[in-house]
T-cell receptor
Framework: DTGVSQDPRHKITKRGQNVTFRCDPI?????LYWYRQTLGQGPEFLTY????????KSRLLSDRFSAERPKGSFSTLEIQRTEQGDSAMYLC?????????????FGSGTRLTVV | AQRVTQPEKLLSVFKGAPVELKCNYS??????LFWYVQYSRQRLQLLLR??SRESIKGFTADLNKGETSFHLKKPFAQEEDSAMYYC???????????FGKGMKLTVNP
């Protein structure tokens, strides 16, 4: 599968625990994006990497959220001290150097449930 | 602030009927607009882009700057068009896409 891979597909965690998600983009894509989608809403932008540099962050990305892309390949999104409001689908997407204008390739997402 | 509005959440039509999925946007600059689609149990995927002015799977979308709209149209809907459709706006000078809340299209046989 040469698409965008996300792991795990589902995660159930207790409130207050830390969770980490992984995204493997399409190998030749240097741009990587994280979005969050809650029920009945469209995806909301969280952050964007070009290679290993994190170039944009949303105000949605509170201090409890951190994202990394250490070698410009895979990325991780960590949420510390999870809250029930963090329950959502977390989507990763990638695109080539041409960028967003030519469209993203999305992964299947990681569904987080905080109980 | 940039905003994308999809005023209808649900649309149900019969096969062969025309469909129009509405999208309005709020943006002070020159907008770049997209339609993304999510079929059942599949990933969100790009359907078409404003800049390419192409027809994909029989769908077209025209940017109307006067009405700040980017409605998606298809003259004869097919059952396989049933899906969630999201309109999205690219913010100028940014890589951030702003999505609408989406609309569920159901095409009945």
């Amino acid at each position: 599968d040469t698409g965008v891979s996300q792991d795990p597909r589902h995660k159930i965690t207790k409130r207050g625990q830390n969770v980490t998600f992984r995204c493997d983009p399409i190998s030749e894509h240097n741009r990587l994006y994280w979005y969050r989608q809650t029920l009945g809403q469209g995806p909301e932008f969280l952050t964007y990497f070009q290679n290993e540099a994190q170039l944009e962050k949303s105000r949605l990305l509170s201090d409890r959220f951190s994202a990394e892309r250490p070698k410009g390949s895979f990325s991780t999104l960590e949420i510390q001290r999870t809250e029930q409001g963090d329950s959502a689908m977390y989507l990763c997407a990638s695109s080539s150097f041409i960028g967003t204008l030519y469209g993203y390739t999305f992964g299947s997402g990681t569904r987080l449930t905080v109980v | 602030a940039q905003r994308v509005t999809q005023p209808e959440k649900l649309l149900s039509v019969f096969k062969g009927a025309p469909v129009e999925l509405k999208c309005n946007y709020s943006y002070s600059g020159s907008p770049e607009l997209f339609w993304y689609v999510q079929y059942s149990r599949q990933r969100l995927q790009l359907l078409l882009r404003h800049i390419s002015r192409e027809s994909i799977k029989g769908f077209t979308a025209d940017l109307n700057k006067g009405e700040t709209s980017f409605h998606l149209k298809k003259p004869f809907a097919q059952e396989e068009d049933s899906a969630m459709y999201y309109c999205a706006l690219l913010q100028g000078g940014s890589e951030k896409l702003v999505f609408g809340k989406g609309m569920k299209l159901t095409v009945n046989p």
